[in-house]
C-alpha cells in the first residue's frame, strides 16, 4: 500500500507561481512512476504531467513550458513547479504513483489562479 499527500496548494494571482509537494511512503519510492492530475469544477480528470525515473517527462500541452515535475527520492517526494499561472489553472491538483500496476492517488489540493 503506497500512501501519498499533497501539499502545497493556495491562491496566487495571474502570472503567480506556486509549488506542489507530494510526500510518498514505501521503501520502494525510487521505482513509482509519478504524476500530477487535476480536476476543475465539471470537468474530468486530466493529466498535467508524468514522471518515469528522474528524466523521462510528459506534459499537458496547456502546461508545457511552465510547469516542471521533479522527484527527491531522498524525500520520497514528489514536486510539481507551477510558473506563469493562469486562471484556467484553478482546479484541485492530484498526485497519483503506479506501483507494481496499482494506481495510488492522493486526496488533493486545491489551486486556485485569481485576482
Known amino acids: 500500500q503506497v500512501q501519498l499527500v499533497e501539499s502545497g496548494g493556495g491562491l496566487v494571482q495571474p502570472g503567480g507561481s506556486l509549488r506542489l509537494s507530494c510526500a510518498a511512503s514505501?521503501?520502494?519510492?525510487?521505482?513509482?512512476?509519478v504524476a500530477w492530475y487535476r480536476q476543475a469544477p465539471g470537468k474530468q480528470r486530466e493529466l498535467v504531467a508524468s514522471?518515469?525515473?528522474?528524466?523521462?517527462?510528459n506534459y499537458a500541452d496547456s502546461v508545457k513550458g511552465r510547469f516542471t515535475i521533479s522527484r527527491d527520492n531522498a524525500k520520497n517526494t514528489v514536486y510539481l513547479q507551477m510558473n506563469s499561472l493562469k486562471p484556467e489553472d484553478t482546479a484541485v491538483y492530484y498526485c497519483?504513483?503506479?506501483?507494481?500496476?496499482?494506481?495510488?492517488w492522493g486526496q488533493g489540493t486545491q489551486v486556485t489562479v485569481s485576482s
Open positions: 514522471l518515469v525515473g528522474t528524466i523521462t517527462t
Open positions: 514505501g521503501t520502494a519510492f525510487s521505482t513509482y512512476v
Open positions: 497519483k504513483a503506479n506501483y507494481f500496476l496499482s494506481n495510488y
